[in-house]
C-alpha cells in the first residue's frame, strides 16, 4: 500500500493498493533509477511467462505508476 503525502501530512484519499507482484518490483526498486526491461527480467524470473509478456505488463506497470505521480519518466 502506498499513501500520498505532501511532506507534511497523509492524504488518505489517495491510498494505492499493489497486488503481489507490483509490490515485490515496488519494494526491489523504489528509490532505485530502473528501466521496464528490468522489471521484465524480474518477473521472467518469479514467474512462468516469456520476456516478451512480461515487458509488455511492465511498460503496463510504468505507465499506471507515473499517471499517479509514484516514478517520473
Not at 518490483?25 to 522489471?39: P, Y
Not at 521472467?44 to 516478451?52: I, L, M, R, S
Request: charged share 30%; aromatic share 10%.
Amino acid at each position: 500500500m502506498i499513501v500520498r503525502t505532501d511532506g507534511k501530512a497523509s492524504n488518505l484519499s489517495e491510498v494505492l493498493m499493489f497486488n503481489d507482484s507490483a509490490a515485490m518490483i515496488w519494494n526491489s526498486l523504489k528509490d532505485k533509477v530502473f528501466t521496464t526491461s528490468e522489471i521484465a527480467w524480474m518477473l521472467t524470473e518469479d514467474y512462468e511467462v516469456t520476456y516478451d509478456r512480461a515487458l509488455a505488463d511492465a511498460d503496463a506497470l510504468a505507465r499506471c505508476w507515473k499517471e499517479y505521480g509514484l516514478i517520473e519518466e
